[in-house]
Structures are given as structure tokens and as C-alpha cells.
């Protein structure tokens, strides 16, 4: 008996706050403006994605202490942006990351639950750390975590935050005119809890919301990441777009569920992916190349090789060989805030490597920059590109894909317009929306039926 087709999940990652935008292109828009966020929104909606990804930058990334502008800086509030979604879309998944180092459980509670009230039941919540003391900076703490006591306040961020969204039923609100009774429980919302991090008490405010508890995602890759996905969430952001790579990570996070008591269909993984459409193949590979360069900028490529150098190369051609200088390996980075750094745990071995595959391939810093940076993950005509994307999730590489488009707000337009509609004939992702909320898009259930069934009858 042949395996049964599996259904392909689609979402959009709106791309600001990294250096896949092209924002130099003439076709790109406002990355703060609402019409931006709405034109995304509508496209990522008619092509029947699951959700609308936004990532988080708490602080704005600095070179030699100026502000990093070559890439795309700043991002409104995401809470502000996703309520206003919610009101010029009806299915779209409002998906937003929020740091567990900085925030507070409650306030962070109350605000997905109103966002799930708000947009009838389409609200997720990636949950991420924060790894560096320059972005404490900001908060009232200040400094960071180790990264074991991250992941520790993460999971018991999230454990309190469920509480919070638990300390409702879903059946207290009575509302009855001729009774006069609005509420059946007068200890609706009562928490507790005590623990490591927070030792709180008191009334959760808002009622419970129609998915029960926002939709969870989670985007680390280490170990304590990968180990926290399989305890808590419901879904996966990584980062393994390559085939062989994507099923070794399908293959260990699925494999980890067990012994949490959850069982593969209760997480998906979803890749970010890049992506260039053409009418043909060769097309499609020559705009690529395109795209590539204007990603990387003579200026950009030598900021980005000072990642590794951790060194001032200003004076250096980008259009000339590498630095014969080695790379300064102190603990001082003049990239803050930036996830780069954290790439190259060894410089020193890096530069040798670097340096001779650019001796053999005759490559420039800027060259070598754009071949060995984040190529683009689908590149061909719109039916290859959807044979791809097809064969990866029936091979176990993904259970669907978080697409990055380069240009905002009308880079998925070409997708939905061309690629969707050739999936769709696949019999691998749908013609319409068959439920409500996220979870049903997602084809996960919700933490408490009987909540739900009386919510819908009330």
C-alpha cells in the first residue's frame, strides 16, 4: 500500500530585521509602513498560507559602534502589527516572536490572549531567548543568561504562561439578562505559582481565548532548543532548507516527542526558505545570481567578512583578495547583535579555510561572501519549484516550509499567483480553509475540547 500524500504547510515570513530583503531593489516598499504589513498579509491569505510570521529585533545591530545600515533596521511593536492584521484578514495564522528573557509572563499572557480573542482564534507565540548582553542592555535588568539558565526561565516562562491561560475554563461567562448573573465563577482567572523564576499570584483578566492557548513555536536549534521543541511546542521554526540535512533534523526532533508522551503529529517543522521564480529554469538561476549581488554589496561584504575577522577591514577592496592579516580571536566583537558571530566558534580555522577556497576558485571577498552565505533555498521555473517543495515534505524534510521572499511587501505575489495554484492540482495543499482558527489550519488539537464545544454553544 503506497504512503498516503501528506498536505504541505505554507506560511510567510515578513522580511525585516535581516539581509535577505533587497531593500535597495525599485520594488520594494516600506518595512514600517501598515500598507506593507497589509499587502503581505492579503497575498499570504489568498494563496491559503496557515500563518504570517514576524521575527523580533529588540535592538537595533551595531559595526564598530554605528548603527549596521546596509541591512534592513527596527520593526513596529509586533503586538501592535498583528492586532491590526487581525482586522483586514478573516483565516490567516498571526504568528509573532516574543523574548522569554526580557518579559514577564503575565503581561505576555494577556497579550496573546487578547490577540486570540481579537483575531477569532489565530494567534501564535514563537517563543525565543536572548543570548546577549548588548541587547540586555536595553531591559531592566540588563547583562544575559547563561545559556542553561535561558532555556530554564524559557520553560518555566512558558509552563506559568499556560497556567495563566488555564486559570479559565472557557464556560464561567454566563452573561444572563434575566438572571442577572454575568459570571458562574467567582474565582475565574485565580492563579498561583511558585518557582525558580517567577513567584507570582493573583487574577488572570482575560477569559479564555478561542484556541485555549496561542499556537507555540520555537526557533532554536541547539540542544536544549531541539529538546524544548519536543517538550512545548507545537511547531518549529529551523533553519535546515537542504534536503539531507532537513531529514536529519525531521529524524531527531520527531524522534525526541516519545518521551514527552507526544506522538510526530503533534509537532511540525517548518524551514525557512528562500526563494527565486522564473519562466524557466535558466531564468530562474541568472535572477538568482542577481538577487545574490544585490544582497551583498561591496560595503556589505566586507562588513559581513569583519563578522569572522573581528577586525576593522574598511580599508580592504571588496573586489580584491582576502586579508593576509588573521582574524582577532578576543571576546570583544565589533558585530553586536548580530547571530553571525556566533556561527564562526573557530576564526582562525575559518580565514585558512576561506582563504584557500578562494586561492582555488580565484574568488574576491565579495564573491566569496555571496557563495558561501545563505544561498537561495528554491531557485527554477514555478513547476519546479513546486515538485521541490512537494518532494522534500514527502520525504520527511519538512512538514512545509516559512517562506522569505526578497523583496517587500510584493514578493510572494509571483508564489501564490503561479506556485500555489500547481500544488494545489498536486492534491498536496488546499483549494479553500476548512476550519477557524491555527490549530485547525495547522491540523492541530485544541488543549481542551470540552472548553471549546462550550464555548461554541455559549
Known sequence: MSKPLKQIHLAAHFPGVNNTTVWSDPEAGSHIEFSSFAHFARTAERARFDFLFLAEGLRLREQGGQIYDLDVVGRPDTFTVLSALAAVTEHLGLTGTINSTFNEPYEVARQFAALDHLSGGRAAWNVVTSWDAFTGENFRRGGFLPQ??????????????????DSWRGDEILADQESGVFLGDAKAGAFTHRGRHFDIEGRFDVPRSPQGRPVIFQAGDSEEGREF???????????????????????????????????????????????????????????????????????????????????DLSAYDPDGPLPDIDPDPGEHTVSRGRAQVRMYRDPLATAREWRELAAARGWSIRDLVIETGNRQSFVGSPGTVARTIDDFVQSDAADGFI????????????????????????????????????RDHLGLAHPDADARDRLAAS
Open 229 to 311: 521543541a519536543a517538550q512545548a511546542a507545537d511547531a518549529i521554526f529551523s533553519r535546515y532548507a537542504a534536503r539531507a540535512e532537513g531529514q536529519a533534523f525531521y529524524q531527531d526532533v520527531k524522534g525526541r516527542l516519545a518521551r514527552h508522551g507526544r506522538t510526530p503529529d503533534q509537532l511540525l517543522i517548518l524551514p525557512a526558505a528562500t526563494f527565486v521564480l522564473g519562466d524557466t529554469d535558466a531564468d530562474a538561476q541568472e535572477a538568482a545570481r542577481v538577487v545574490r549581488r544585490q544582497q551583498v554589496s561591496g560595503a556589505t561584504a566586507i562588513k559581513h567578512l569583519e563578522f569572522v575577522w573581528n577586525r
Open 403 to 438: 517562506l522569505v521572499p526578497h523583496i517587500t511587501p510584493g514578493g510572494l505575489d509571483a508564489f501564490a499567483d503561479k506556485v500555489v495554484p500547481l500544488l494545489q492540482e498536486r492534491g498536496v495543499y488546499r483549494t479553500e480553509y476548512e476550519g477557524s482558527t491555527l
Open 148 to 165: 542553561e539558565d535561558r532555556y530554564s526561565r524559557a520553560k518555566e516562562f512558558l509552563a506559568t504562561a499556560n497556567e495563566l491561560f
